[in-house]
Nanobody, 129 residues
């Protein structure tokens, strides 16, 4: 079982940047698709970005709201996944959660929360206007 711990959230002004980190408990995380989701109060969990396993090419996938502003990356040597978030907007305010799922080779699968078996507790991101 993979344990995930997020960090790097905080309070930032509109237009600012944050780098979120997700630390996995062991090297088995390198065999999982890694994703970032977010959940705002009263809203459903929303896909943000995902990165495929290395042996499938480590392709990256983004929600429309994240394209051009957010970048997901993974460092298997450090058992870590990152989300660089730039040009932040108040509507980006949410708890950001890291998740690990089984690779299917079907990118469409990675947009759904049900595709992920393991979840972290989340880190709060607040963007002030």
């Amino acid at each position: 079982q993979v344990q995930l711990v997020e960090s790097g959230g905080g309070l930032v002004q509109t237009g600012g940047s944050l780098r979120l980190s997700c630390a996995a408990s062991d090297r088995t995380a390198s065999g999982y698709v890694m994703g970032w989701f977010r959940q705002a109060p009263g809203k459903e969990r929303e896909f943000v970005a995902a990165v495929e396993v290395m042996w499938r090419g480590a392709g990256t996938y983004y929600a429309d709201s994240a394209k051009g502003r957010f970048t997901i990356s993974r460092d298997n040597a450090k058992n870590a996944v990152y989300l660089q978030s730039n040009s932040l907007k108040p509507e980006d305010t949410a708890v950001y959660l890291c998740a690990a799922g089984y690779s299917t080779g079907v990118p469409g699968d990675y947009y759904a929360a049900r595709s992920y078996a393991y979840w972290g507790q989340g880190t709060q991101v607040t963007v002030s206007s």
